[in-house]
T-cell receptor, first 116, second 114 residues
């Protein structure tokens, strides 16, 4: 099925451990995003990528790194996890054109990360 | 910096009634897109409605419509004939035309009372 696939869906880490969240889309979209969702805070943009080979910081980039491996894949890495990074993470993609229906985000199912 | 503000953390409405969710935003851009997304308990994000800033006509999708006031930087969502399936978290989002950055408000949780 076409869409955005995130892995893993659930992960528990200890403080200081590292991990990478993987995201892949098969809609040939140029733009990809990583958000985190916390109660009362809505969705906050961590990083985004307008095209293969480019990445830009969002609202809350500290403690994270990203890689746009190719047009399909956009990974999020936590080098040294902290309890403040406990959250639900969403990957999303969109196409940036003037066509009707464009610029709309397609989201993955989310990844719940707990840092102890 | 661009910001999106949703001032109502929670709202309730009686089934079949009409409810309006508020959203304001701050930007120096003149061309941009605005969106309302819905997140039901399944956590899946669903687009509700979209508005291009250059269009003066308010967008409408079935029971969902917006009141877009560009000068006031306001983008409210009206849900008519509320149904139990409308119960969800609703997020307002903003994207400038010249950039790919999409930012969201904190959301409004909507309860539908039977």
């Amino acid at each position: 099925n076409a869409g955005v696939t995130q892995t893993p869906k659930f992960q528990v880490l200890k403080t200081g451990q590292s991990m990478t969240l993987q995201c892949a889309q098969d809609m040939n979209h140029n733009s990809m995003y990583w958000y985190r969702q916390d109660p009362g805070m809505g969705l906050r943009l961590i990083y985004y990528s307008a095209s293969e080979g480019t990445t830009d910081k969002g609202e809350v980039p500290n403690g994270y790194n990203v890689s746009r491996l190719n047009k399909r894949e956009f990974s999020l890495r936590l080098e040294s996890a902290a309890p403040s990074q406990t959250s639900v993470y969403f990957c999303a993609s969109s196409e940036r054109t003037q066509l009707f229906g464009a610029n709309v985000l397609t989201f993955g199912a989310g990844s719940r990360l707990t840092v102890l | 910096a661009q910001t999106v503000t949703q001032s109502q953390p929670e709202m309730s409405v009686q089934e079949a009634e009409t409810v309006t969710l508020s959203c304001t935003y701050d930007t120096s851009e003149s061309d941009y897109y605005l969106f309302w997304y819905k997140q039901p308990p399944s956590r899946q994000m669903i687009l509700v409605i979209r508005q291009e800033a250059y269009k003066q006509q308010n967008a409408t999708e079935n029971r969902f419509s917006v009141n877009f006031q560009k000068a006031a930087k306001s983008f409210s969502l009206k849900i008519s004939d509320s149904q139990l399936g409308d119960a969800a978290m609703y997020f307002c989002a903003y994207r400038p035309v010249r950039d790919d950055k999409i930012i969201f408000g904190k959301g409004t949780r909507l309860h539908i009372l039977p």
